[in-house]
């Protein structure tokens, strides 16, 4: 099993002519594109420093990777209007930095520091910022669909002109809430959009274990909902897919399933090597690496050179490395906090 | 003011909300068109229209999850189990989202489920629970149990108004069987405070829901024979109000709790274990509970009655209790 790089990864700017990547038709600028370009390696480069630190002993507890799954949260999350409001999941890092997180509070967390999002009360991507349109999840595969049908339907009430966006895994779909919530929200007409990542594998089960259809979009026709698969691996069809999806429920016409084909590239957490998975399934998907990918669609089309893209991922590093040292550097909570928070007091919702 | 009766205050505390403020709406299972099973929402899909009053499918946990995101977004939903029993169907959405959401992120979850819970009405296992204390064990979660007409319409406005998730369960025996006059204007009653609806010196009888008038009929009974029993209906069992029945049984030395969930864990159980540390020094009896045995609830009348915790067991109880 290949150790998991320390550096962010070569560029390709040989390969770039020979193999150009066509990834999905967009209009999006070019400008927007390096920004899209930047929450990968963001994504992709927190999350290999929070493994280091997890490895020093720095980051305890359960600690989820995205590897090979960026484009999904990044390529959807960049599709989001302002007002709109997203419930990521544990592999949705890169949605968190789209909607505004910093890698500073994401340190914090992970750390349980006194002054991170949830002051050292919740682990990993349990944080959210209604202000920020982020709704934090529970670790119950499945139960965010329903709560964001609910905040679809309260956006709807409040004349908000607003979408709820929120993922789910392979696995996640065979959950009851899964069923419940996509029913509910289809049945309401809410504008909610779902994306279920399909990643090949829920801990160790793999897909044939989980489900015994092959794509997890024909569930959409049981909903009576349009369904639309798509390349996870394509951060530009992600977000156009997911584009068309937000368009459709803002419009009045209701929730989408979109379904996003992609691979784990690591195990189930950290601790997880995942030898039960085919070596030579990661072999052939560390191929179509998403961020690679990505990098040839913009050398090859002529978006940004080399010099750009070593740029943002210079400036990533140093960020990294500052914000990681001043998480380091500051206090863990008071024990007296553990008491504290168990309910809003009244007047201050 | 004419007397209404408790299902009747209910009802009336969600039209005054509903009226008064736009965010409250209501989801459930028949409550619009039909009013509701027990006509709690009766007329209230032609006052305020569909989308405010939700017919939902068949889906407890996407009622109560849905509601959970609205309540998020600021409005004030109100879920109606139809029968308190499904509740178990929505556990993990109120146990481990809406319960320590507030704790875990500092967003507050201003839910209401609520519905008929309680037996003595030859309904069976799966409508017939009294499950308030699967629920007390969450953290985060507020739990309400009126006794009186007057408290179901002023707890439940006060329960609507309360920014945290709170489970109301309204006792279905109850429903037709009390009436009462209520006062005039809001009225909003207060979570967290228990009532003592019988002032007495020897003895004192706790209770909520229906046994709240188990212990009323047992105090009438023992005043025949000279003693007066202090009668406490809890109102609110999360946040518990420990120190109205603490200054009781200060004053009486005895404490019966009457309950008609099952005996083990039920919430007398809760407010006993409390009383044997902070009441020892006044006790001159031991703190005795009458309670559903731990059974599921039977449909033969003779059976459901075998079990119900009625008039002549607990008076049997605080008889025991007064010989100490």
Known sequence: MAKPSRNWGPLHPAAAEETAERLAKTDLPRERQLEIYRFLRLNRMTEDRLSNLYRQGKVVGGLYSSRGQEAISVGSACALEPQDIVGPLIRNLGTMFVRGVQPREVMMQYMARADGPTGGKDVNTHFGDMKRGLVAPISMLGALIPVMAGVALAGRMQKKDLVALTYIGDGGTSTGDFHEGLNFAAVLNVPFVLIAEHNGYAYSTPIAKQMRVKNIVTRAAAYGIPGEMVDGNDVLAVYEATKRAIDRARSGAGPTLIEAKTFRMRGHAEHDDAGYVPPELFEEWKKKDPIDRFERHLLANGLATEEDLKKIVTEIDEELNREVDAALASPMPPAERAFEGVYCEVGAE | ?324
């Open chain 2, 1 to 324: 003011m004419s007397a209404i009766t408790y299902i009747e205050a209910i009802r009336q505390a969600m039209w005054e909300e509903m009226e008064q403020d736009e965010r409250v709406f209501l989801i459930g299972q028949d409550i619009g068109i039909y009013g509701g099973a027990f006509r709690a929402t009766a007329g209230m899909l032609d006052r305020f229209g569909p989308e405010r009053v939700i017919d939902s499918p068949i889906s407890e946990s996407a009622m109560i999850g849905t509601a959970i995101g609205a309540a998020m977004m600021g409005m004030r939903p109100v879920v109606e189990m139809q029968f308190i029993d499904f509740i178990a169907c929505g556990f993990n959405q109120i146990y481990n989202f809406a319960g320590p959401n507030h704790y875990r992120w500092g967003q507050s979850v201003p839910l209401v489920v609520r519905g008929p819970s309680g037996g003595g009405v030859r309904s069976s296992n799966f409508h017939s629970q009294n499950p308030e204390s699967i629920f007390q064990h969450g953290p985060g979660l507020k739990i309400v149990a009126p006794g009186t007409a007057v408290d179901a319409r002023g707890l439940l406005k006060a329960a609507i108004r309360d920014p945290n998730p709170v489970l109301y369960f309204e006792h279905k025996f109850l429903y037709r069987r009390i009436k009462e006059v209520l006062p005039e204007g809001e009225a909003v009653g207060r979570l967290g405070e228990a009532r003592v609806m019988r002032p007495g010196d020897r003895i004192t009888l706790v209770g909520y829901g229906a046994t709240t008038w188990t212990c009323m009929e047992v105090a009438e009974e023992l005043a025949k024979e000279g003693v007066e029993a202090e009668v406490i209906d809890l109102r609110t069992l999360v946040p518990y109000d420990e120190e109205t029945v603490l200054a009781s049984v200060k004053k009486t030395g005895r404490a019966l709790v009457v309950y008609e969930a099952q005996l083990t864990l039920g919430f007398g159980a809760e407010v006993a274990a409390r009383l044997a540390d902070a009441a020892f020094p006044w006790l001159d009896a031991p703190i005795r509970r009458v309670a559903y045995p731990d059974r599921p609830v039977p449909y033969a009348r003779v059976l459901e009655n075998a079990l119900l915790p009625d008039k002549g067991k607990a008076l049997a109880a605080a008889r025991e209790l007064l010989r100490f």
